[in-house]
């Protein structure tokens, strides 16, 4: 019998036993979950809050939203997708009652976009830009698709969990929302 852990099952949560460990009262358990999850939480939220300041309380409340309701996690998704589906309806509920007419997207979110492009620094800010404006104007259950999708590479399982549909649903309103993402990026040989 080896002294070493049995990896986790292919599928298997791998922060199960950081849960169990925080449920059972250690609290460096959860410190080490939010260490792991906190830039993405907050990279996620700053997608629909965009005052920096607004998006740091939004992602702190998340989390403790998530602390207090651990006894209700319910392990029928994985502990990622259920703290996204948290920040997700806390953001929702925030710009609820804010104004939509902040700035789309930061200079700071480009880089990876602009990877991605291949192109320079300025065009994909000004890319950007168009795709963010169109991404507000998708309905919601397609920019949370596209969203999730794309900037934090959820599996379409992982969407349905937190946009409350089937997987199939999912890959529907992804196909859509890419749709008409497409007609935005110009045609290179144009």
């Given at each position: 019998m080896s002294d070493?852990?049995?990896?986790?099952?292919?599928?298997?949560?791998?922060?199960?036993?950081?849960?169990?460990?925080?449920?059972?009262?250690?609290?460096?358990?959860?410190?080490a979950l939010v260490v792991k999850y906190q830039a993405g939480i907050q990279r996620l939220v700053?997608?629909?809050?965009?005052?920096?300041?607004?998006?740091?309380?939004?992602s702190q409340r998340a989390f403790l939203n998530a602390f207090e309701k651990l006894t209700e996690f319910r392990r029928e998704s994985s502990f990622r997708t259920w703290l996204h589906r948290i920040a997700v309806h806390l953001a929702l509920n925030h710009v609820r009652g804010a104004?939509?007419?902040?700035?789309?997207?930061?200079?700071?979110?480009?880089?990876?976009?602009?990877n991605a492009l291949e192109t320079s620094r300025l065009v994909a800010a000004?890319?950007?830009?168009?795709?963010?404006?169109?991404?507000?104007?998708?309905?919601?259950?397609?920019r949370l698709t596209?969203?999730?999708?794309l900037f934090h590479e959820l599996s379409f399982r992982e969407i349905a969990a937190l946009a409350d549909c089937s997987e199939d649903s999912a890959k529907v309103n992804f196909h859509h929302g890419i749709k008409r993402l497409r007609g935005l990026i110009p045609d290179p040989g144009a």
């Amino acid at each position: 019998m080896s002294d070493l852990a049995d990896p986790p099952a292919p599928g298997a949560d791998e922060d199960l036993p950081l849960v169990d460990r925080c449920l059972s009262g250690d609290r460096a358990a959860f410190d080490a979950l939010v260490v792991k999850y906190q830039a993405g939480i907050q990279r996620l939220v700053r997608r629909y809050v965009r005052r920096e300041e607004d998006a740091e309380d939004v992602s702190q409340r998340a989390f403790l939203n998530a602390f207090e309701k651990l006894t209700e996690f319910r392990r029928e998704s994985s502990f990622r997708t259920w703290l996204h589906r948290i920040a997700v309806h806390l953001a929702l509920n925030h710009v609820r009652g804010a104004s939509r007419t902040e700035p789309l997207a930061e200079m700071d979110d480009l880089p990876a976009f602009t990877n991605a492009l291949e192109t320079s620094r300025l065009v994909a800010a000004e890319v950007w830009t168009r795709v963010a404006e169109r991404l507000s104007a998708l309905p919601p259950k397609q920019r949370l698709t596209v969203e999730l999708r794309l900037f934090h590479e959820l599996s379409f399982r992982e969407i349905a969990a937190l946009a409350d549909c089937s997987e199939d649903s999912a890959k529907v309103n992804f196909h859509h929302g890419i749709k008409r993402l497409r007609g935005l990026i110009p045609d290179p040989g144009a």
